[in-house]
Structure formats: structure tokens, C-alpha cells
């Protein structure tokens, strides 16, 4: 369970309505890094709408939603607004309910496009900063060369529909172990798609719980994407649980983050068993290697 490289540890986890303008970071952290709760994942033990005062109260400073159009987006729209908590990222939507995103899929071209506009209803909705594309799962036989076409002429449409609001997209990578058969396993075919594509509003959604799992230096792998990561997520590995409980080293992938010149968004999005707030005693840590306090010792913390 690695803090960092000397062997510090976390602490053990105990049509549209009215518009909202994509929102600014927090004010408090301006121009640093920001810590966000996947809310898709995190407090799963209260309604949706609960989710965004429980984030705000738990002390993160935004949130990301996976799937908003799976729930009733006014209730939504209307619980962030209350809980006064800014939307950082949302997916565009995934397809059918057995179906992991469309971007990559020959022959679904229309349904991706139909996907963005729903996509674009949600951001007008939550206000969010940031979308992500799945790419999917092609179809047995797919050649993948034609895969990765479709991919990146998708990719291109999604980034110009999205750029005029102000929204950054994103493509995931998603570790082959985890999802066998996923279109975009790895950061190198990211980076690859992202140049063909060739749209400036396009980067890389670096998971660190996916890159620890398919990349053998993560921190090189940070170096290597450098200004290409537009969006940050974790869970440790392999057990995507909160930090502490695996082996990624966060302190060296957060330096890693901060030298490349990263100060977005660091979303949380891990398994957290039945009780989200009880399995929050590595916040207070995480925060502190964000904000560049890497040789804190073990007893600072909650």
C-alpha cells in the first residue's frame, strides 16, 4: 500500500432548459490541482441527487457523473445547483445498457452523433467543464484498423461540436484485463488517435488505476502524455479501492502530474464498499502530495 517511494502510507480506509454556463474551478483552488468524487461510484448508499451535498460536506471541491442521462437530469440540475458544487466531466452517453460507449463501433456512426447531442442537452444542464468518450466494444470480427477509423472520425465531430461551449473532450483508455475486447486499451493508441484526429480541443483521460495496469513505469507514462492529459482519475490497483489499499504509487504519479504542468481535475473513482464517508481517511493526505506537500510523515492526516 504505497504512499510514495520511501513507503509512507495512507491511512487505512475506515429540448433544454436553461442553460448553466460550464463553471469555473473552485475559487479556493484556482489554478491548483482539484480533487473531485466520481459520484457514479462514490456515496452509491444515497440517491443520485444526494451525492452532491454528500461530496461537497465530504470536502471534495467538484464532482463527475458518469451517465447523467440514465437519471432524471432536472432532479440533478437542481441538486448540484443547491449543493453549490461544480460538474467537471461527464460521458457522453454509452449506447444500450449492455453497451460501453459507441465511438468505435463501425456502422454506429449515427447513434454516436445522436449520443453527443444528448451529451450536449446534459452539459447545458450541469454545467460541466469536460466530456469523455468511450470508444466501446466493436463487434467480434471488427477489423480494428476500421475501428480506430470510425474512432477518430468521431472523436474530430465530437471535439468541434463541444468547442464552441467551451467544453474539452476527452478519450479513456481502459485497461484489456478489466475489459477485454475494449477498443482504446492503452496510452500510446490515446495519443495515437488523439493526433490523427487533429482537434485542439482533444486529451487524454489518464486514469491512473488503467494506466497502472497496462503501463510498466507509470510515472514515465505521465511524462510521455504530458500536455495531452486533460483529465485525471484514480482508484489504486488492482483492487480499485481507495488509496492505501494496492500498490500505486500516487506521491510520485502526483509529482509527476504537478512537473508536467497539470492543475485540472483529480477525480476519485474507486469502489468504496458500503459506506463512502467511513473509507475517507486518505483525503486529507491525497490533498496535501496535490498541493506539493510530499514530505509530510505518517502522523498528519485525519
Known sequence: MAWNSTSTRFSEPAGCARAVRPGPPARERRGRMR?????????????????????????????????????????????????????????????????????????????????VEACAEHVARLGARKVNVLAGFPPPGTDPQDAQAVLTGNLARAAARFAPLGVGVMVEPVNPVDRPGFALTSLGEALAVIGRAGHPGLRVQFDLYHMARTEPDLVAAIRRAGPSIGHVQFADAPGRGPPGTGGV??????????????????????????????????????????????????????
Open 249 to 302: 504509487d500516487f506521491a510520485a504519479a502526483l509529482r509527476a502530474l504537478k512537473a508536467a504542468g497539470y492543475d485540472g481535475d483529480v477525480a476519485a473513482e474507486y469502489l468504496p464498499g458500503d459506506d463512502t464517508r467511513a473509507g475517507l481517511g486518505w483525503m486529507a493526505r491525497f490533498r496535501a502530495l496535490m498541493d506539493g506537500h510530499d514530505s509530510m510523515n505518517e502522523e498528519t492526516g485525519p
Open 35 to 115: 480533487l473531485s468524487a466520481n459520484i457514479s461510484m462514490l456515496f452509491a448508499e444515497l440517491a443520485m441527487p444526494a451525492r452532491f451535498a454528500a461530496a461537497r460536506a465530504a470536502g471534495f471541491d467538484c464532482v463527475e457523473i458518469q451517465f447523467p442521462g440514465e437519471h432524471d437530469i432536472e432532479a440533478l440540475a437542481a441538486a448540484r445547483a443547491a449543493a453549490d458544487i461544480p460538474v467537471s466531466l461527464i460521458n457522453i452517453p454509452r449506447g444500450g445498457a449492455e453497451e460501453a460507449g459507441l465511438a468505435a463501433l463501425p456502422g454506429r456512426e449515427e447513434d454516436f452523433a445522436e449520443a
